[in-house]
Structure formats: C-alpha cells, structure tokens
C-alpha cells in the first residue's frame, strides 16, 4: 500500500510527521493492504499562526481497487491527535465498506 503525504506549508517538522505517521498508519490499516491501493493524507493547518482550538486537519483518501475512493477528515488540536483520529475513521470506514461488501 503506498501512502503519499501532502500537507500546506504552516505544517512544522513535515519530514519527521510523514516518516512517523506512514509506519503508524501501514500498521493500522495493514489487515486492508490488499484491498487498499493506496493512501493520500494531507496535513493542514487552517488558521496558520493564531492559536485556535481544532485548528489542525488531516484527511485521508483510501483508493480502493476496483472502487470509488473513501474518504476521510478529522480536526484536532494537534497535528498527531488528528492523524491519529483520522487513521481511527479510515479503519471505520474501510471495516464497513468491506463487510457490506460480503454480505451481497
């Protein structure tokens, strides 16, 4: 599964986040590598400098071989706290698209 990171450029120490948070979501979503062709995460910080809570974005796009892509997004207060969050929802969504999936 090939994950590929994007993120705007208010993101501080976006090497260290993407070698980071690559191995934490292959983990996390390994039971799915052979359905999952790959992820696209993007990392944002929507109010740049002003401290605002919830102000942190990561969204996760799932492409899924021979279906439309999935997506997700969640918002935190950190940059860790919303990846973390938004790797939970992908592990939601994919569980729940792929067991409908076996039952027709």
Not at 18 to 28: K, R
Not at 31 to 46: A, P, S, Y
Request: net charge negative.
């Amino acid at each position: 599964m090939h994950i590929q990171f994007n993120s705007d450029n208010h993101v501080e120490g976006y090497q260290r986040l993407q070698d980071y948070w690559s191995g934490e979501i292959a983990n996390a979503l390994s039971r799915f590598e052979d359905k999952v062709t790959g992820l696209h995460v993007f990392l944002g910080d929507e109010n740049s400098d002003k401290e605002t809570s919830g102000d942190k974005r990561c969204s996760i796009e799932a492409r899924i071989a021979g279906l439309n892509p999935v997506a997700v997004v969640n918002h935190a207060d950190t940059i860790e706290a919303a990846v973390k969050g938004a790797t939970d929802k992908m592990k939601k969504v994919l569980t729940t698209t792929f067991d409908k999936m076996r039952t027709h």
